[in-house]
């Protein structure tokens, strides 16, 4: 059974930072794509950043291009999502998911329906 548990977040001021993770576990390759999805109160979950398999191919949304930084640990069976220069619209619940491996990585952005495996939300709250 695949299960996923992220974690990392917080409370952080406007222009912090913090590095969510997302273990998983019941895989028996790491050819499998990482999607970090975030959702905030009245609006609709949206896909941030993704890697789209063991290659490490990566995709950003415009929003947090240059900010966010999505990397995978595949002896560890984790993912991470590097958040630095939080602003106060990064505040959301985030999601990390994964899918088949996929490309172009891209992909990830626009089809929120080829990641079946979900885990359960972490927290990030950044005060102005």
């Known amino acids: 059974e695949v299960q996923l548990q992220a974690s990392g977040g917080g409370l952080v001021q406007a ?11 019941g895989f028996t390759s790491d050819d499998y794509a990482i999607g970090w999805f975030r959702q905030a109160p009245g609006k609709e979950r949206e896909a941030i950043a993704c890697v789209s398999s063991a290659d490490g191919r990566t995709a950003y949304a415009d929003s947090v291009k240059g900010r966010f930084t999505i990397s995978r640990d595949n002896a560890k069976n984790t ?18 998911a994964t899918a088949p491996p ?16 979900w885990g359960q939300g972490t927290q990030v709250t950044v005060s102005s």
Do not use: E
């Not at 993912?79 to 959301?92: E, I, P, R």
């Open 15 to 25: 222009g912090g930072s913090l590095r969510l993770s997302c273990i998983t576990s």
């Open 79 to 96: 993912a991470f999502l590097q958040m630095d220069s939080l602003k106060f619209d990064d505040t959301a619940a985030y999601y990390c």
């Open 102 to 117: 996929f490309q172009p990585a891209s992909l990830c952005l626009t089809s929120r329906g080829l990641f079946g495996q």
